[in-house]
């Protein structure tokens, strides 16, 4: 309970007011079982956590628990698997335990659902992973580590088509192509490929999907991680044809999700800056997208 406190001197004032003054300060104190102090300064911020290896303040003492969303597809895991590490997310997770001092036999996996990863409340994991991009909405509600992929624009296009031929930006000039309206990916039509035709605009990609099933379109532009869903779950019969460069401004990143102001954030987000100055981000991206998708970059 915060301490009554002193009142200040003060000479010129009449005697009744002092006295009465002195009674409010007395009836505080023994109200709050406290002898009357003069005010303190505000708290000072406390001790940051400590990052030594294996040491963090974590869900359960000596493990790391990780969230990841159920089923996981291909490549972000392999064989609905979190826990094998296969799969650039998984390969991701356990680089990043291993940072924190951490062995795979001292990662946790928990199932969660993707949009409950970064809702408002708190968090039964240390981190979570799941292709989820790092906006400022979200920051409302959870902590973000740095991001550990860049997210690019792909194409695909049905593989008996004439538009799964294609390996340069050049080639989509004369593809009939299509995307969501109000997209970044129908911003990368115009700015990127500059089509000799209009591409066509849906109000989903569901419908973007359908379109492209019935020769409507012959490729759709849509992000990279949703590419890569609906190429090995939904339409089996489509191929990722290339992926596009960042054409400028900041880069769309997915991050590591945290409780909201969790005191391992700093921690975390320096084991990802690590991954990525030593090269070890850009191996397992070549090792688990790039590679395992025939993601070419299109130029």
Known sequence: MRPASRPRRRTTAPAPFATLVALTVTAAAAVTGCAPQPESPAAAPGPKASCAPGKLATEVPGKLTIGTDKPAYAPWFEDDDPAN??????????????????????????????????????????????QISISDSRRKAVSFSSGYYDVRQAVIALKTSRAAKVKTLAGLKDVKLGAQVGSTSLDVIGDAIRPAQQPAVFQKNDFAKTALKNGQVEAIVLDLPTAFYITSAEVPEAKIIGQLENTGGAAEQFGLVLDKDSTLTPCVTGAVDALRADGTLAALEKQWLSDAADAPVLK
């Not at 001092?101 to 708190?122: C, L, M, R, S």
Request: aromatic residues 18%; proline residues 4%.
């Open 85 to 130: 590490g296969k799969g650039f997310e998984s390969a991701v997770a356990y680089a990043v335990a291993k940072k924190l001092g951490y062995a795979k036999d001292q990662v946790v996996w928990q199932t969660v659902p993707f949009n409950t990863a970064f809702a408002p409340g708190e968090k039964k994991f240390d981190f979570d992973l799941n």
